[in-house]
Every structure is written in structure tokens, then in C-alpha cells.
Nanobody
Framework: QLQLVESGGGLVQPGGSLKLSCTASGFSLDEYVIAWFRQRPGRERDGMICINRDGYSTNYAESVKGRFAISRDSAKNTVYLQMNSLKHEEPATYFC???????????????????WGPGTQVTVYS
């Protein structure tokens, strides 16, 4: 079973940037569709952005368009989430997830994501 691990969370001021990483042991992430989600306090988990196996990205959230970007580094077996211009309402636990090895494209139905990392905490403070 794919085991994903996020890292890179921390403290950032509004308007600042942070880069999160998603890695896996024993599996090549190039063979998986990977997406980033977040869960803010008291709210449901929201999909933000996804990258398919060909490297093309799909935005799930209008609020992060133009500010968040997803990318792969095959040599490091890592998928990144670059977050820019972070807002004071965006502290959350950020997760990477996959719909499994059979998927080649980012799914429309976010319930297809069934393999999750434990999350990394991002705090936006002023």
C-alpha cells in the first residue's frame, strides 16, 4: 500500500510563501496521480490542486489559482506544493493523496482519493 508522507509545514506570515513536499517509500510517485488537500479548523477537507502522471495539473479550488502550484521531481521521488501569497485564513493541515495506481488522470470525483498522508501543519500568523 502506498504510504505518503508530507513535510515542509510551519509558520508563515500573510503574503509569504511555503513549499510543501510529498514523498513515498518503496514506490515511484511518477506512477501515481497526486493531489494536495487541506483541512482548516472546523471545516471539511478541500481539494486544491492535482498533478497527473504526465505532469499536467488540475485546479480543484478557484481560491488558489495563480498562487499555488504543484510539481514533480522524479529524481527525488517528490511532489511539491508551492504556496505563494498565503492568506491569514489559510492555516490548515495540508495533505497529499492519491486515487491509486490505476488512475492516470486527476479524477473529477474527489472521493476517489483513498490513499493519504498524515498531513503537515501550516500556520499563517501576523
Amino acid at each position: 500500500q502506498l504510504q505518503l508522507v508530507e513535510s515542509g509545514g510551519g509558520l508563515v506570515q500573510p503574503g509569504g510563501s511555503l513549499k510543501l513536499s510529498c514523498t513515498a517509500s518503496g514506490f515511484s510517485l511518477d506512477e501515481y496521480v497526486i493531489a494536495w488537500f487541506r483541512q482548516r479548523p472546523g471545516r471539511e477537507r478541500d481539494g486544491m490542486i492535482c498533478i497527473n502522471r504526465d505532469g499536467y495539473s488540475t485546479n480543484y479550488a478557484e481560491s488558489v489559482k495563480g498562487r499555488f502550484a504543484i510539481s514533480r521531481d522524479s529524481a527525488k521521488n517528490t511532489v511539491y506544493l508551492q504556496m505563494n501569497s498565503l492568506k491569514h485564513e489559510e492555516p490548515a493541515t495540508y495533505f497529499c493523496a492519491s486515487p491509486g495506481m490505476r488512475a492516470t488522470q486527476c479524477p473529477f470525483d474527489l472521493s476517489d482519493f483513498d490513499e493519504w498522508g498524515p498531513g503537515t501543519q501550516v500556520t499563517v500568523y501576523s
